[in-house]
């Protein structure tokens, strides 16, 4: 009987094995389709990095990520390490994500998803963390610089991974001939990046701003800039300008003296002909300017502007040579004679004691004494006009003299009409003639 029951015993311990070893063969046969995927990620430092581990086909395994120390972060929806920069973002069946923020280049590295099948699976996601580089500074500049001196900047950064890029601006054109240095930091980690322009200043370099910009990935697009403005000193530029190309005899001439240096020369020097100014009356100097109140031949002569600072000393000259006055006809004024219409008419009166005489005379009104630049049209109508009313009136008047001439030969001849003989008419007459003599004739 004991041998029995131990056989059997034995039969069943058989039976769970194979049972068991078939179980685990369909297992592993079915986890076969099912891997983990990850992608690399890459943040700057400080940001935040997610770290996502997918699974298309999973028999519900759990999934796990560790980072570089295999330090497991999180199993399933479970936290394991106790960093409060770590969090879980999603959690299922087929996607594990969680996020680093604050990301430091120590957390740069490999980072593992687990997928726990039989025999574990697991796929790898590197995690980079660029280094943002400090603000640049440039050095080697003193103020001021003489003009002609060769000028030495460097433009340096530090913090950068992977080093950054220095470029150098003047005038907003590249310039490509320069030095460039780089060291690794002592955290091993990040690099100091440093770059030389040499170059000899003249005075177009004066107000230039310099600039030096630093170009990284982790800046994005938005590079940092360090500027410095050049202050060049150099000897004063002189020239003169004269107020009027051709100075004539007579008339005021001003020089200016245009004078540019730095530090900006003051005041200037007038001389004439190597000397000082012959006559300081009329030769008056205000500021940078030279003003000579009439001009006349024995100002003609070899003028000189001198200016001075504390760099140098320059000068200009000018050959003043003074033009007689051009004689020039003056313009011919046509005054207008004056017009006069003058009409005289003389008439014979006896039919009346009283004698008219008419006479007119008529001048054109416009006709001023002094006056000058008339209107020719406006006088020649008004003499029309003046002619045609004396010609009327002339007319008006004939008519009326011969009206009044006829009247008066019919009443001289009245006293024979009347007579009844030829004796009778006789002495009518001669009564008449006597009476007549009373009368007064008047010619005009």
Not at 65 to 71: E, L, R
Request: net charge negative; aromatic share 6%.
């Amino acid at each position: 009987m004991i041998w029995k029951r131990s056989a059997v015993l034995r039969f069943y311990s058989v039976c769970g094995l194979l049972l068991q070893a078939a179980a685990s063969k369909n297992k592993v046969k079915g986890s076969q389709g099912q891997f983990p995927l990850t992608q690399n990620v890459t943040v700057v430092e400080g940001g935040t990095a997610i770290l996502t581990c997918r699974v298309d086909q999973n028999d519900n395994t759990s999934l796990q990520w560790s980072n570089p120390a295999q330090q497991t972060l999180y199993f399933d929806d479970k936290k394991a390490l106790r960093d409060n920069r770590i969090e879980l973002v999603r959690a299922s069946w087929h996607e594990l994500s969680i996020s680093v923020s604050d990301v430091s280049l120590s957390d740069e590295g490999q980072y593992t998803c687990s997928l726990f099948t039989m025999p574990v699976k697991t796929s790898k996601a590197y995690l980079t963390v660029l280094g943002v580089p400090d603000k640049p500074q440039i050095s080697g500049f003193s103020s001021p610089v003489m003009e002609g001196d060769l000028m030495q900047l460097t433009c340096k950064t530090s913090g950068s991974k992977p080093a950054a890029d220095i470029r150098w601006f003047k005038n907003d054109k590249e310039i490509k001939d320069v030095k460039y240095l780089k060291e690794e930091d002592a955290n091993r980690k990040t690099f100091t990046v440093s770059s030389t322009l040499d170059f000899r200043v003249d005075r177009s370099d004066d107000g230039v701003a310099v600039i030096c910009r630093v170009d990284h990935e982790s800046l994005n697009a938005t590079p940092q800039v360090a500027m410095q403005v050049l202050e060049i000193h150099y000897t004063p530029s002189v020239k003169i300008i004269p107020s009027t190309p051709f100075p004539q005899e007579g008339q005021p001439l001003i020089l200016t003296c245009e004078s540019k240096g730095k530090p900006l020369p003051e005041p200037v020097l007038w001389t004439k002909d190597g000397g000082e100014l012959p006559d300081p009356d009329r030769m008056v100097v205000s500021g940078r300017e030279l003003n000579i109140l009439f001009l006349n031949k024995t100002d003609n002569g070899t003028y000189r502007c001198e200016a001075t600072n504390t760099i140098g000393q320059s000068s200009a000259e000018y050959v003043l040579i003074v033009h007689d006055v051009p004689n020039t006809l003056l313009p011919t004024t046509i005054i207008p004679s004056l017009t006069t219409a003058t009409v005289t008419t003389t008439v014979a009166i006896t039919t009346s004691p009283t004698t008219s005489a008419t006479t007119s005379s008529i001048r054109d009104p416009n006709a001023l004494a002094g006056q000058t630049g008339p209107d020719h049209a406006l006088i020649g109508g008004i003499v029309a006009v003046v002619v045609f009313v004396t010609l009327c009136s002339i007319f008006l008047l004939g008519r009326y003299l011969a009206r009044h001439k006829g009247t008066y030969l019919t009443n001289e001849a009245k006293g024979a009409e009347d007579a009844p003989d030829a004796d009778t008419a006789i002495i009518n007459a001669e009564g008449s003639q006597v009476n007549a003599e009373e009368k007064k004739e008047y010619f005009i």
